[in-house]
């Protein structure tokens, strides 16, 4: 039987290959990312065929195939997982909350990630109704005679399982990102509980206490250059290769939470993750 999750919002994250294909750029592009990623105000906006050869960090790549904005996180450390004395402020802070929700958050560590392109946003259903007609690949259930339903064309794509999810990744130029990967993306290097930084901020994601229906692209932007999203889920294509570990977790296994404001279920690579 076929499995049909309640939620799933797709996303892509591409990480360029650091073959050829990339484009040798005689400059810096002038358009300037809006709003500026807070580790470097000067981030561009490249609309080319192919990514940039030497991008900087929070630069934006905008992929000719979906229209999906790309923003270039780059090679080095970031802090993985949750420290015991992180843990401990929180649940002071927030008795209601349980110490197992951390379990596979330990041990925290430093992790070293090649550069790559990942999903600014989630994916639309604008976008993936461009990946349908490209592909002929089957529509989400609720879409009746295969279109969006009317004004959720900017909302985040649902109704889609793990093979949807790498489906249109692979379509794009891109994979699933690794669970790494994702969590670099969505916090920084720095251990932070959240993209924009460890105290709770309602108004700063698509969350349970926001009113629902809002669009969307928010205003704030992460240290990073990805926005601050309900639960945004990204696809990967890395731009000096991937690094495989071979967790042994299946698709299945893969569709689950990992570590992003607000709510949702998203989809990650089968590699790369804790083990």
């Given at each position: ?15 360029a ?5 990339a ?33 900087q ?9 979906d ?34 929700w ?17 999903g ?6 604008a976008?993936y ?41 692979e379509?794009t ?6 669970e ?6 969505a ?5 932070r ?19 629902l ?63």
């Amino acid at each position: 039987m076929r499995l049909k999750p309640a939620v799933l919002v797709v996303g892509v994250c591409l990480v360029a290959s650091s073959g050829g294909s990339a484009v040798v750029a005689s400059g810096r592009a002038t358009e300037r990312v809006t709003p500026a990623p807070e580790l470097n105000a000067n981030a561009v906006v490249w609309r080319t065929n192919e990514p940039p050869a030497d991008p900087q960090s929070g630069d934006v790549w905008v992929n000719p195939k979906d229209g999906m904005e790309m923003v270039y996180i780059s090679a080095g450390e970031f802090t993985l997982g949750t420290s015991d004395a992180q843990i401990e402020a929180w649940l002071k802070e927030h008795p209601s909350d349980k110490r197992e929700w951390f379990a596979e958050e330990k041990p925290q560590s430093r992790v070293n990630l090649p550069g790559y392109w990942i999903g600014r946003t989630e994916v639309t259903n604008a976008q993936y109704l461009r990946f349908v007609r490209a592909t002929g690949h089957r529509a989400p259930e609720h879409w009746k005679q295969g279109q969006i339903p009317s004004g959720l064309e900017r909302f985040p794509v649902v109704f889609v399982d793990w093979e949807d999810a790498r489906a249109y990744c692979e379509w794009t130029g891109g994979r699933l990102p690794s669970e790494l990967e994702w969590e670099k993306a969505a916090r920084g290097t720095d251990g932070r509980f959240f993209p924009w930084g460890s105290e709770w901020e309602a108004g700063r994601c698509r969350s349970f206490e926001v009113v629902l229906g809002s669009d969307i692209i928010l205003g704030g932007a992460a240290c990073r250059g990805c926005l601050a999203l309900r639960a945004q889920h990204l696809g990967a294509r890395p731009r000096h290769g991937a690094r495989r570990s071979g967790s042994g977790r299946g698709p299945r296994g893969r569709c689950q939470p990992v570590r992003m404001p607000g709510h949702g279920r998203e989809c990650v690579g089968m590699d790369g993750g804790r083990g």
